[in-house]
């Protein structure tokens, strides 16, 4: 079981995002935030393991909250989400951990790329922890 939070100020992005991922990955369990706040609020609770995270959001972007999130839960993997495709956002990213990046509108086969390969990077993390404490 995996935990995944989609975080993006317009709806139809959120819902659409969460029915591809559901479709794809069955395990996950998915839980949706309109804005950096929010998400900062649900990390503590749900506790997921992904973010997808939206960088432009009214408020506080998603890189700020991705910053503040970061300060509690240092194991989070976060993959942006944008329609800017901007260096001074990719580099910016870079320096916070960002696993990886998204480029609205993004295609089917992108999104199930990405999310399966960080998917797969928590199995194996999870995978050796046991091995560690068995």
Same mark, same amino acid.
């Given at each position: 079981?995996?935990?995944? @939070?989609?975080?993006?100020?317009?709806?139809?992005?959120?819902? %659409?995002?969460?029915?591809?991922?559901?479709?794809? +990955?069955?395990?996950?369990?998915?839980?949706? %935030?309109?804005?950096?706040?929010?998400?900062?609020?649900?990390?503590?609770? +749900?506790?997921?393991?992904?973010? @997808?995270?939206?960088?432009?959001?009214?408020?506080?972007?998603?890189?700020?909250?991705?910053? !503040?999130?970061?300060?509690?839960?240092?194991?989070?993997?976060?993959?942006?989400?944008?329609?800017?495709?901007? &260096?001074? &956002?990719?580099?910016? %990213?870079?320096? @916070?951990?960002? !696993?990886? &990046?998204?480029?609205?509108?993004?295609?089917?086969?992108?999104?199930?790329?990405?999310?399966?390969?960080?998917?797969?990077?928590?199995?194996?993390?999870?995978?050796?922890?046991?091995?560690?404490?068995?």
């Amino acid at each position: 079981m995996i935990k995944l @939070l989609i975080v993006d100020d317009e709806q139809i992005e959120r819902d %659409a995002m969460k029915a591809i991922l559901q479709r794809s +990955f069955p395990q996950l369990i998915i839980e949706l %935030a309109k804005n950096g706040k929010i998400a900062i609020e649900k990390s503590q609770v +749900f506790k997921p393991d992904v973010m @997808l995270m939206d960088i432009k959001m009214p408020g506080m972007s998603g890189l700020e909250a991705i910053e !503040r999130i970061s300060e509690d839960s240092s194991n989070i993997k976060f993959i942006m989400v944008t329609a800017y495709d901007s &260096y001074d &956002y990719a580099r910016s %990213a870079i320096k @916070l951990g960002v !696993r990886d &990046y998204l480029l609205k509108p993004s295609k089917l086969s992108e999104i199930k790329e990405i999310v399966g390969k960080v998917l797969n990077e928590i199995e194996i993390e999870r995978s050796k922890m046991n091995q560690f404490t068995n």
